[in-house]
């Protein structure tokens, strides 16, 4: 079973970047379809981000399109965020998802059967 550990969450004011990290157990891994998603307080878990296993297909959420980059390192099995020009309303616990296949809802998070434990992100105004 893959396991996955997030990384990287921080507290950074308005404007600053923070690099999130998503490390699978297994080499498998790199078949898979990775995501990141976020939950803020009270709010409902929502799709950020995700990647094909080859990585030529990505997907990203208008809140973020141009503000967020996610890439995979295959060698270190780990996929990784980058968070740029962070915004208050950026603020929430980001985990990672992973599935073996790229599903045409991809932004629900009932497609995905691996997550991590999340990473707090916190952005002060």
């Known amino acids: 079973q893959v396991q996955l550990v997030e990384s990287g969450g921080g507290l950074v004011q308005t404007g600053d970047s923070l690099r999130l990290s998503c490390a699978a157990s297994?080499?498998?891994?790199?078949?898979?379809?990775m995501s990141w998603f976020r939950q803020a307080p009270g709010k409902e878990r929502e799709f950020v981000v995700g990647?094909?296993?080859?990585?030529?297909?990505?997907a990203y959420a208008d809140a973020v399109k141009g503000r967020f980059t996610i890439s995979r390192d295959t060698a270190k099995n780990t996929v990784y965020l980058q968070m740029n020009s962070l915004k208050p309303e950026d603020t929430a616990v980001y985990s990672c998802?992973?599935?073996?296949?790229?599903?045409?809802?991809?932004?629900?998070?009932?497609?995905?059967?691996?997550w991590g434990q999340g990473t707090q992100v916190t952005v002060s105004s």
């Open positions: 998802a992973a599935d073996e296949r790229w599903s045409s809802e991809y932004f629900k998070p009932s497609e995905y059967h691996y």
């Open positions: 297994e080499r498998t891994f790199n078949s898979y379809v």
């Open positions: 990647i094909s296993w080859s990585g030529n297909r990505r």
